[in-house]
């Protein structure tokens, strides 16, 4: 005979599993915090410095005329460093945001794992005391 609660929790967790936030959830749940944090980490770090190289190298061709024919060797130099300053300070805000984020996706997707597996152990003894009867 069919059980109407059990039959309720299994669907609400086959919703939950096929959705792309459950496959996601379960995906990240499988990684430490600091460990998904550092690949995420990496991969910002990476694409930001992809990304400035070639926005650095727009800029630059566009400019390079202007910079050859008028410029002198103290704006370059000027230049170079504000491109610096302005690599670290990308590079830090960029860090520091995807840390945070990270850090409260991995948190909220430990909490509907949880809550998954709770109903995984709901389910379970659900069998149990259908089995024993």
Same mark, same amino acid.
């Given at each position: 005979m069919l059980d109407e609660k059990r039959v309720v929790l299994m669907t609400k967790m086959a919703m939950y599993e096929e959705n792309n936030k459950?496959?996601?959830?379960i995906r990240v749940s499988t990684y430490f915090r600091k460990d998904y944090s550092s690949k /995420?980490?990496?991969w910002s770090f990476i694409w930001f410095t992809v990304g400035y190289i070639l926005? %650095?190298?727009?800029? %630059?061709i566009s400019? @390079?005329? *202007?910079?050859? /024919? %008028? %410029? /002198?060797i103290m704006v370059l130099i000027l230049s170079g460093i504000i491109a610096i300053f302005v690599y670290i300070a990308g590079l830090i805000g960029t860090l520091v945001y995807?840390? #945070? #984020?990270?850090?409260? $996706?991995?948190?909220? *997707? $430990?909490? #509907?794992v949880k809550i998954y597996n709770r109903d995984l152990v709901t389910l379970l003894k659900m069998y149990e005391k259908? @089995?024993?009867?």
């Open positions: 459950g496959k996601e959830d /995420n980490l990496l926005l %650095g190298l727009l800029v %630059g400019f @390079s005329e *202007a910079l050859m /024919n %008028g %410029g /002198n995807t840390y #945070r #984020r990270c850090k409260k $996706r991995h948190s909220d *997707a $430990r909490q #509907r259908e @089995s024993k009867s």
